[in-house]
T-cell receptor
Framework: NAGVTQTPKFQVLKTGQSMTLQCAQD?????MYWYRQDPGMGLRLIYY???????DKGEVPNGYNVSRLNKREFSLRLESAAPSQTSVYFC???????????????FGSGTQLSVL | SQQGEEDPQALSIQEGENATMNCSYK?????LQWYRQNSGRGLVHLIL?????REKHSGRLRVTLDTSKKSSSLLITASRAADTASYFC???????????FGKGTRLHILP
């Protein structure tokens, strides 16, 4: 089982460049999430999608946009990358939205992004 | 702002000893979860405890929850080298779909 697949695994950008991080899950989960992980900060929620067709802001949404393309895919876009967005990005999914009992998150292996 | 705060930030113990990590949080919660992250990998769910539960066990893991103190502890008994990892608590607040993580405890098991 692939679970949650993120691409790319590594990326280097110059300030001002744009890119899209891709995430796909094959578990038929309704809810998907994007987190960033910085040293000493733990994981911080960027955006989440409780179900197909809906997206909501998390703790640190500024500088990012998301698209829930279909039930399987949830992409994260950096329109104009900044050095402050250097981080490791994790996509996760859960069977249902958290309030509906689908609290267990399944994580991808991460994307290490450096913005120079 | 982050909800959970783990303590200690780092912990080193001898193999075979028990490891205890604590988590404090700020608002009322629906449930609290613990995750493990091995170096360079994604997080893996370990255990979930609901707000109406006080203690839960899973193999060598024991989790307690004290909602009056807004705190939880994770105990790993008879530690092994493979337990070396970072451990995160995560909370689901009432009336919310967001699962918010703490900063984590880095656990190192010494041979």
């Amino acid at each position: 089982n692939a679970g949650v697949t993120q691409t790319p695994k590594f990326q280097v950008l110059k300030t001002g460049q744009s890119m899209t991080l891709q995430c796909a899950q094959d578990m038929n989960h309704n809810s998907m999430y994007w987190y960033r992980q910085d040293p000493g900060m733990g994981l911080r929620l960027i955006y989440y999608s409780a179900s197909e067709g809906t997206t909501d802001k998390g703790e640190v949404p500024n500088g990012y946009n998301v698209s829930r393309l279909n039930k399987r895919e949830f992409s994260l876009r950096l329109e104009s990358a900044a050095p402050s967005q250097t981080s490791v990005y994790f996509c996760a999914s859960s069977e249902y939205a958290a309030r509906q009992g689908g609290e267990k998150l399944f994580f991808g292996s991460g994307t290490q992004l450096s913005v120079l | 702002s982050q909800q959970g705060e783990e303590d200690p930030q780092a912990l080193s113990i001898q193999e075979g000893e028990n490891a205890t990590m604590n988590c404090s949080y700020k608002t009322s919660i629906n449930n609290l979860q613990w995750y493990r992250q091995n170096s360079g990998r994604g997080l893996v769910h370990l255990i979930l405890i609901r707000s109406n539960e006080r203690e839960k066990h899973s193999g060598r893991l024991r989790v307690t929850l004290d909602t009056s103190k807004k705190s939880s502890s994770l105990l790993i008994t008879a530690s092994r080298a493979a337990d070396t990892a970072s451990y995160f608590c995560a909370t689901l607040a009432n009336r919310d779909d967001k699962i918010i993580f703490g900063k984590g405890t880095r656990l190192h098991i010494l041979p």
